[in-house]
T-cell receptor
Framework: GAGVSQTPSNKVTEKGKYVELRCDPISGHTALYWYRQSLGQGPEFLIYFQGTGAADDSGLPNDRFFAVRPEGSVSTLKIQRTERGDSAVYLC?????????????FGPGTRLLVL | DQQVKQNSPSLSVQEGRISILNCDYTNSMFDYFLWYKKYPAEGPTFLISISSIKDKNEDGRFTVFLNKSAKHLSLHIVPSQPGDSAVYFCAASAISYGGSQGNLIFGKGTKLSVKP
Protein backbone atom coordinates (compact mmCIF):
# COMPACT_ATOMS: atom_id res chain seq x y z
CA GLY A 1 0.00 0.00 0.00
CA ALA A 2 0.97 3.65 -0.30
CA GLY A 3 3.16 5.18 2.34
CA VAL A 4 3.18 8.72 3.66
CA SER A 5 3.52 11.22 0.86
CA GLN A 6 4.56 14.86 1.07
CA THR A 7 4.31 17.64 -1.46
CA PRO A 8 6.14 19.50 -2.75
CA SER A 9 9.38 17.57 -2.42
CA ASN A 10 11.32 20.83 -2.71
CA LYS A 11 10.26 24.41 -2.15
CA VAL A 12 12.33 27.53 -2.71
CA THR A 13 10.84 30.80 -1.53
CA GLU A 14 11.89 34.30 -0.65
CA LYS A 15 12.10 35.74 2.82
CA GLY A 16 8.76 37.10 3.93
CA LYS A 17 6.64 34.83 1.73
CA TYR A 18 3.94 32.38 2.81
CA VAL A 19 4.31 28.63 2.19
CA GLU A 20 2.13 25.57 2.60
CA LEU A 21 3.47 22.05 2.95
CA ARG A 22 1.16 19.09 2.48
CA CYS A 23 1.16 15.64 4.05
CA ASP A 24 -0.92 12.62 2.99
CA PRO A 25 -0.76 10.00 5.75
CA ILE A 26 -1.24 6.28 5.42
CA SER A 27 -4.93 5.50 5.04
CA GLY A 28 -6.54 4.66 8.37
CA HIS A 29 -3.84 6.27 10.49
CA THR A 30 -5.46 8.55 13.04
CA ALA A 31 -2.28 10.15 14.37
CA LEU A 32 -0.17 12.53 12.30
CA TYR A 33 3.07 14.22 13.31
CA TRP A 34 5.15 17.05 11.91
CA TYR A 35 8.89 17.26 12.53
CA ARG A 36 11.57 19.61 11.28
CA GLN A 37 15.14 18.51 10.55
CA SER A 38 17.80 21.15 10.22
CA LEU A 39 21.21 20.39 8.73
CA GLY A 40 23.28 18.16 11.00
CA GLN A 41 20.45 17.68 13.47
CA GLY A 42 17.91 15.01 14.20
CA PRO A 43 14.20 15.53 13.54
CA GLU A 44 12.62 17.97 15.97
CA PHE A 45 8.98 17.58 16.98
CA LEU A 46 6.62 20.38 15.94
CA ILE A 47 2.99 19.26 16.36
CA TYR A 48 0.82 16.20 16.31
CA PHE A 49 -2.82 15.50 15.55
CA GLN A 50 -5.10 12.83 16.87
CA GLY A 51 -7.91 12.89 14.34
CA THR A 52 -8.75 16.47 13.40
CA GLY A 53 -7.52 18.13 16.55
CA ALA A 54 -4.02 19.30 17.35
CA ALA A 55 -3.31 17.31 20.50
CA ASP A 56 0.10 18.88 21.14
CA ASP A 57 1.53 21.92 19.35
CA SER A 58 4.22 22.64 21.90
CA GLY A 59 7.00 22.19 19.34
CA LEU A 60 5.88 24.98 17.00
CA PRO A 61 8.66 27.60 17.24
CA ASN A 62 6.40 30.68 17.08
CA ASP A 63 3.04 31.92 15.84
CA ARG A 64 4.22 32.10 12.22
CA PHE A 65 3.76 28.33 12.13
CA PHE A 66 0.33 26.75 11.97
CA ALA A 67 -0.99 23.35 10.95
CA VAL A 68 -4.43 21.98 10.15
CA ARG A 69 -6.01 18.61 9.52
CA PRO A 70 -9.64 19.50 8.80
CA GLU A 71 -10.95 16.05 7.84
CA GLY A 72 -8.64 13.90 9.91
CA SER A 73 -6.55 12.78 6.96
CA VAL A 74 -4.45 15.23 4.92
CA SER A 75 -2.58 17.86 6.90
CA THR A 76 -1.10 21.18 5.85
CA LEU A 77 1.72 22.97 7.63
CA LYS A 78 1.57 26.70 7.01
CA ILE A 79 4.44 29.11 7.53
CA GLN A 80 3.84 32.85 7.35
CA ARG A 81 6.48 35.53 6.74
CA THR A 82 9.19 32.94 6.17
CA GLU A 83 12.68 33.60 7.50
CA ARG A 84 16.02 32.17 6.36
CA GLY A 85 16.18 30.19 9.61
CA ASP A 86 13.06 28.27 8.55
CA SER A 87 15.13 26.48 5.90
CA ALA A 88 15.05 22.78 6.77
CA VAL A 89 13.52 19.46 5.81
CA TYR A 90 9.96 19.20 7.08
CA LEU A 91 9.00 15.62 7.83
CA CYS A 92 5.55 14.20 8.31
CA UNK A 93 4.81 10.87 9.99
CA UNK A 94 1.65 8.94 10.69
CA UNK A 95 0.73 6.07 12.99
CA UNK A 96 -2.37 4.00 13.68
CA UNK A 97 -2.95 5.95 16.87
CA UNK A 98 -1.11 8.44 19.03
CA UNK A 99 0.97 6.27 21.33
CA UNK A 100 4.68 5.80 21.82
CA UNK A 101 4.46 2.08 21.07
CA UNK A 102 2.86 2.68 17.67
CA UNK A 103 5.38 2.79 14.85
CA UNK A 104 5.57 6.16 13.13
CA UNK A 105 5.95 5.95 9.36
CA PHE A 106 7.73 8.91 7.84
CA GLY A 107 7.32 10.54 4.48
CA PRO A 108 10.33 11.63 2.39
CA GLY A 109 10.05 15.21 3.59
CA THR A 110 9.77 18.63 1.98
CA ARG A 111 13.03 20.51 1.61
CA LEU A 112 12.32 24.18 2.22
CA LEU A 113 14.88 26.79 1.26
CA VAL A 114 14.21 30.40 2.18
CA LEU A 115 16.39 32.84 0.28
CA ASP B 1 19.84 21.19 26.12
CA GLN B 2 19.83 17.89 24.28
CA GLN B 3 17.82 15.16 25.97
CA VAL B 4 19.01 12.44 23.56
CA LYS B 5 22.68 12.41 22.62
CA GLN B 6 24.56 10.51 19.99
CA ASN B 7 28.14 11.54 20.54
CA SER B 8 29.65 9.81 17.54
CA PRO B 9 28.75 11.60 14.31
CA SER B 10 30.19 8.79 12.22
CA LEU B 11 31.32 5.18 12.38
CA SER B 12 33.13 3.04 9.83
CA VAL B 13 33.03 -0.75 9.99
CA GLN B 14 34.23 -3.59 7.79
CA GLU B 15 31.60 -5.81 6.20
CA GLY B 16 30.87 -8.86 8.34
CA ARG B 17 32.01 -7.22 11.57
CA ILE B 18 29.85 -5.84 14.37
CA SER B 19 28.59 -2.25 14.32
CA ILE B 20 27.84 -0.68 17.71
CA LEU B 21 25.99 2.61 17.80
CA ASN B 22 25.59 4.39 21.11
CA CYS B 23 23.01 6.73 22.56
CA ASP B 24 22.67 8.50 25.92
CA TYR B 25 19.65 10.24 27.36
CA THR B 26 19.14 12.61 30.25
CA ASN B 27 15.39 12.61 30.91
CA SER B 28 14.43 9.88 33.38
CA MET B 29 10.79 10.17 32.23
CA PHE B 30 11.66 8.45 28.95
CA ASP B 31 10.39 4.89 28.98
CA TYR B 32 10.37 3.88 25.34
CA PHE B 33 13.31 3.98 22.95
CA LEU B 34 13.58 3.50 19.22
CA TRP B 35 16.16 3.35 16.47
CA TYR B 36 15.45 4.74 13.02
CA LYS B 37 17.54 4.37 9.89
CA LYS B 38 17.69 7.07 7.24
CA TYR B 39 18.97 6.93 3.68
CA PRO B 40 19.66 10.17 1.77
CA ALA B 41 16.54 11.87 0.36
CA GLU B 42 14.24 9.48 2.24
CA GLY B 43 12.36 9.76 5.50
CA PRO B 44 13.53 7.85 8.59
CA THR B 45 12.50 4.17 8.71
CA PHE B 46 11.73 2.39 11.96
CA LEU B 47 14.26 -0.29 12.83
CA ILE B 48 13.78 -1.58 16.36
CA SER B 49 12.46 -0.44 19.73
CA ILE B 50 12.72 -1.30 23.40
CA SER B 51 10.57 -0.59 26.42
CA SER B 52 12.18 0.44 29.69
CA ILE B 53 10.93 -2.75 31.34
CA LYS B 54 13.38 -4.72 29.20
CA ASP B 55 17.13 -4.58 28.86
CA LYS B 56 17.44 -6.27 25.49
CA ASN B 57 15.43 -6.66 22.32
CA GLU B 58 16.56 -8.62 19.29
CA ASP B 59 15.30 -8.68 15.71
CA GLY B 60 17.42 -10.62 13.26
CA ARG B 61 20.80 -8.94 12.88
CA PHE B 62 19.74 -6.02 15.08
CA THR B 63 19.85 -5.97 18.87
CA VAL B 64 19.17 -3.03 21.14
CA PHE B 65 20.50 -2.99 24.70
CA LEU B 66 19.20 -0.66 27.40
CA ASN B 67 21.04 0.27 30.59
CA LYS B 68 18.58 2.36 32.58
CA SER B 69 20.90 3.11 35.47
CA ALA B 70 23.44 4.57 33.05
CA LYS B 71 20.73 6.12 30.84
CA HIS B 72 22.43 4.49 27.89
CA LEU B 73 21.32 2.37 24.98
CA SER B 74 23.16 0.81 22.11
CA LEU B 75 22.31 -0.76 18.78
CA HIS B 76 24.32 -3.77 17.63
CA ILE B 77 24.32 -4.89 14.02
CA VAL B 78 25.83 -8.30 13.39
CA PRO B 79 27.04 -9.03 10.79
CA SER B 80 27.22 -5.60 9.20
CA GLN B 81 26.42 -5.35 5.50
CA PRO B 82 27.15 -2.56 2.97
CA GLY B 83 23.39 -1.97 2.67
CA ASP B 84 23.37 -0.98 6.34
CA SER B 85 25.26 2.19 5.44
CA ALA B 86 22.93 5.01 6.49
CA VAL B 87 22.36 7.54 9.25
CA TYR B 88 21.00 5.96 12.43
CA PHE B 89 18.88 8.01 14.80
CA CYS B 90 18.18 7.15 18.39
CA ALA B 91 14.81 8.41 19.63
CA ALA B 92 13.01 8.42 22.96
CA SER B 93 9.47 8.87 24.10
CA ALA B 94 7.45 8.76 27.27
CA ILE B 95 4.42 6.50 27.23
CA SER B 96 3.35 7.90 30.53
CA TYR B 97 3.71 11.62 29.74
CA GLY B 98 0.39 13.25 30.44
CA GLY B 99 -1.25 14.35 27.24
CA SER B 100 1.70 14.11 24.93
CA GLN B 101 1.55 10.69 23.42
CA GLY B 102 3.99 9.61 20.86
CA ASN B 103 6.09 12.60 19.95
CA LEU B 104 9.66 11.44 19.62
CA ILE B 105 12.82 13.16 20.82
CA PHE B 106 15.66 12.38 18.41
CA GLY B 107 19.43 12.44 18.71
CA LYS B 108 21.57 14.05 16.02
CA GLY B 109 22.31 10.74 14.34
CA THR B 110 25.37 8.61 13.59
CA LYS B 111 26.43 8.02 10.00
CA LEU B 112 27.41 4.37 9.59
CA SER B 113 29.61 3.31 6.68
CA VAL B 114 30.05 -0.40 6.10
CA LYS B 115 32.96 -1.07 3.78
CA PRO B 116 33.04 -4.19 1.57
Amino acid sequence: GAGVSQTPSNKVTEKGKYVELRCDPISGHTALYWYRQSLGQGPEFLIYFQGTGAADDSGLPNDRFFAVRPEGSVSTLKIQRTERGDSAVYLCASSLRAASVETQYFGPGTRLLVL
Amino acid sequence: DQQVKQNSPSLSVQEGRISILNCDYTNSMFDYFLWYKKYPAEGPTFLISISSIKDKNEDGRFTVFLNKSAKHLSLHIVPSQPGDSAVYFCAASAISYGGSQGNLIFGKGTKLSVKP
